[in-house]
T-cell receptor, first 110, second 114 residues
Framework: GQQLNQSPQSMFIQEGEDVSMNCTSS?????WLWYKQDPGEGPVLLIA?????ELTSNGRLTAQFGTTRKDSFLNISASIPSDVGIYFC??????????FGTGTRLTIIP | KAGVTQTPRYLIKTRGQQVTLSCSPI?????VSWYQQTPGQGLQFLFE???????NKGNFPGRFSGRQFSNSRSEMNVSTLELGDSALYLC?????????????FGSGTQLSVL
């Protein structure tokens, strides 16, 4: 089956710093998604991408659908304490179910 | 509008027992999916139900089963529990039957098998 590799696995940053994470696949996807999971909660959809090369923003978050269709990137600008959590990428190809990445755990150092 | 509700929030069981988890989707959502989340494996797809029918199934043993009722509520059952079944079990609902990326997740049921 398809696998999604997310990196980095964890990040420790200071408040105000920008964050970058990415997700790569062994196969192409038609749709890329980014979710965030707060401690003790289920994942929440942040951004959905539908076309290769597409760049979409949601507030301080910006995500891009890689031109090869095998990768995607998420950037967070000027991080704040509530950005703490686990970020998951997910992909869809055809009528298959969502495949999730292994997650990037973001910690903000006071 | 109420979100996806999962009960119970926490469960402690011993090896060999069975467990049933419950999920109430958002009103009007007819598709319910179940995922297992562990620190090492991330989110693994278990199965998806739509209109009381299982439409997709992940790579889990037959000890994991589920069903959906006419009101779209779903239950998941795990029989003969093993230590490795300890995980957060997440339920997600969506409006459409297939390829709907707008999954709305519940807070999950944390299962600990001793």
């Amino acid at each position: 089956g398809q696998q999604l590799n997310q990196s980095p696995q964890s990040m420790f940053i200071q408040e105000g710093e920008d964050v970058s994470m990415n997700c790569t696949s062994s196969s192409i996807f038609n749709t890329w998604l980014w979710y965030k999971q707060d401690p003790g909660e289920g994942p929440v959809l942040l951004i959905a991408l539908y076309k290769a090369g597409e760049l979409t923003s949601n507030g301080r978050l910006t995500a891009q659908f890689g031109t090869t269709r095998k990768d995607s990137f998420l950037n967070i600008s000027a991080s704040i304490p509530s950005d703490v959590g686990i970020y998951f990428c997910a992909g869809i190809f055809g009528n298959e179910k969502l495949t999730f990445g292994t997650g990037t755990r973001l910690t903000i150092i006071p | 509008k109420a979100g996806v509700t999962q009960t119970p929030r926490y469960l402690i069981k011993t090896r060999g027992q069975q467990v049933t988890l419950s999920c109430s989707p958002i009103s009007g959502h007819r598709s319910v999916s179940w995922y297992q989340q562990t620190p090492g494996q991330g989110l693994q797809f278990l199965f998806e139900y739509f209109s009381e029918t299982q439409r997709n199934k992940g790579n889990f043993p037959g000890r994991f089963s589920g069903r959906q009722f006419s009101n779209s509520r779903s239950e998941m059952n795990v029989s003969t529990l093993e230590l490795g079944d300890s995980a957060l079990y997440l339920c997600a609902s969506s409006i459409q039957a297939t390829r709907d990326e707008k999954l709305f997740f519940g807070s999950g049921t944390q299962l600990s098998v001793l």
